[in-house]
Nanobody, 122 residues
Framework: QVQLVESGGGLVQAGGSLRLSCAAS????????LGWYRQAPGKQRELVAT???????NYADSVKGRFTISRDNAKNIVFLQMNSLKPDDTAVYYC????????????????WGQGTQVTVSS
């Protein structure tokens, strides 16, 4: 019931910046939080950053001080500003939405975008 569309990926040199965007549509009123995950070749998918409807943010230790997540609640868009990029940041970045059921147990369902490639050259 939630669709996610990502944009902004590309190729950048080490030390450069990129800004990712993700637009959510569908049953957006039940989304509790939006975030970004990434997966590099040969590695497991890992959390990058999340932001709640109220604005509470969470970051992976590897990106603290370099990445900033923000959200436009009126337009249901989440952004990821990436600065001081490193070759180790190279990965496919996925937009994530946590959809909360109206059931008493408030069960959560994860929705994912198609992913956007970020490549950082040295």
């Amino acid at each position: 019931q939630v669709q996610l569309v990502e944009s902004g990926g590309g190729l950048v040199q080490a030390g450069g910046s990129l800004r990712l965007s993700c637009a959510a549509s569908g049953s957006t009123s039940n989304i509790n939080a939006l975030g970004w995950y990434r997966q590099a070749p040969g590695k497991q998918r890992e959390l990058v950053a999340t932001i709640s409807t109220g604005g509470t943010t969470n970051y992976a230790d590897s990106v603290k001080g370099r990445f900033t997540i923000s959200r436009d609640n009126a337009k249901n868009i989440v952004f990821l500003q990436m600065n001081s990029l490193k070759p180790d940041d190279t990965a496919v970045y996925y937009c994530n939405a946590k959809w909360v059921s109206r059931r008493y147990d408030r069960a959560t369902t994860d929705y994912w975008g198609q992913g956007t490639q970020v490549t950082v050259s040295s």
